[in-house]
């Protein structure tokens, strides 16, 4: 795992946390156990990926551990599975990156939307 979270261990309640998010927030169906993927964890949080057969939506959630008991983060995405792997642990992107691709833009833009056009 590319420990997103920091460091490495096991929150050892992986399969209480797959039932906190064990259904669609959106048609409220029940996942399947293969669509909740585990992308990280450590020894306070474990960051899941879930996708629904039924509406195809799909769903990141961060379940932390707490002396309070656990808590659940999610947010809708349209990240595949294999996107937030890849995308995990990658650098950020930077005020530098932002502002280059705002210029990229401005300066190109009518190259830049017809090629999304095109594709």
């Known amino acids: 795992m590319s420990h997103f979270l920091g460091s490495s261990g096991n929150l050892n309640?992986?399969?209480e946390g797959k039932q906190l998010i064990s259904n669609c927030p959106i048609c409220k169906?029940?996942?399947?156990?293969?669509?909740?993927?585990t992308l990280d964890q450590n020894d306070e949080a474990e960051l899941f990926h879930a996708k629904c057969n039924n509406c195809k939506d799909k769903l990141m959630a961060m379940i932390t551990l707490t002396s309070l008991g656990m808590s659940v983060i999610g947010i809708m995405?349209?990240?595949?599975?294999e996107d937030t792997k890849r995308l995990i642990g990658?650098?950020?992107?930077?005020?530098?990156h932002l502002l280059?691709?705002?210029?990229f833009l401005?300066?190109?833009?009518k190259n830049f939307f017809n090629y999304l056009k095109i594709k």
């Open 90 to 96: 990658s650098d950020p992107v930077s005020e530098d």
């Open 13 to 15: 309640t992986s399969e």
């Open 77 to 81: 995405t349209d990240l595949t599975l």
């Open 106 to 109: 401005k300066n190109e833009q």
């Open 100 to 103: 280059n691709f705002h210029s």
């Open 29 to 37: 169906s029940t996942y399947k156990k293969v669509d909740i993927n």
